[in-house]
Nanobody, 121 residues
Framework: QVQLVESGGGLVQPGGSLRLSCTAS????????MGWYRQAPGKQRELVAI???????NYAEFAKGRFTISRDNAKNTVYLQMNSLKPEDTAVYYC???????????????WGQGTQVTVSS
């Protein structure tokens, strides 16, 4: 079994910051790409940012310059530092990881349960 557990969401005022964390645990051989997605009420889930095992990153346009994704491979953890938050950033944020559980198993996608981020005054 593999679990992704997110933390760090909450209520923040416009212009504020939050740092999300997501740790993968369980039977893991290697974690490839990790990322963050979000889903606002009535909208489809969308990419926020992804990071490869080697540290290469890719951001959605709305995240560039405000959000920073990073990871600690030794801790199987990915982070999302969010600055200059806006009300339109309000959403449930989901962690995603591309994981190979054993040498002989194929890579699979895993998702966290989501953490709510609310930006409001």
């Amino acid at each position: 079994q593999v679990q992704l557990v997110e933390s760090g969401g909450g209520l923040v005022q416009p212009g504020g910051s939050l740092r999300l964390s997501c740790t993968a645990s369980g039977s893991i051989f290697i974690i490839n790409t990790m990322g963050w997605y979000r889903q606002a009420p009535g909208k489809q889930r969308e990419l926020v940012a992804i990071i490869t095992r080697g540290g290469s990153t890719n951001y959605a346009e709305f995240a560039k310059g405000r959000f920073t994704i990073s990871r600690d491979n030794a801790k199987n953890t990915v982070y999302l530092q969010m600055n200059s938050l806006k009300p339109e950033d309000t959403a449930v944020y989901y962690c995603n990881a591309n994981i190979q559980r054993t040498l002989n198993m194929r890579v699979q996608d895993y998702w966290g349960q989501g953490t709510q981020v609310t930006v409001s005054s």
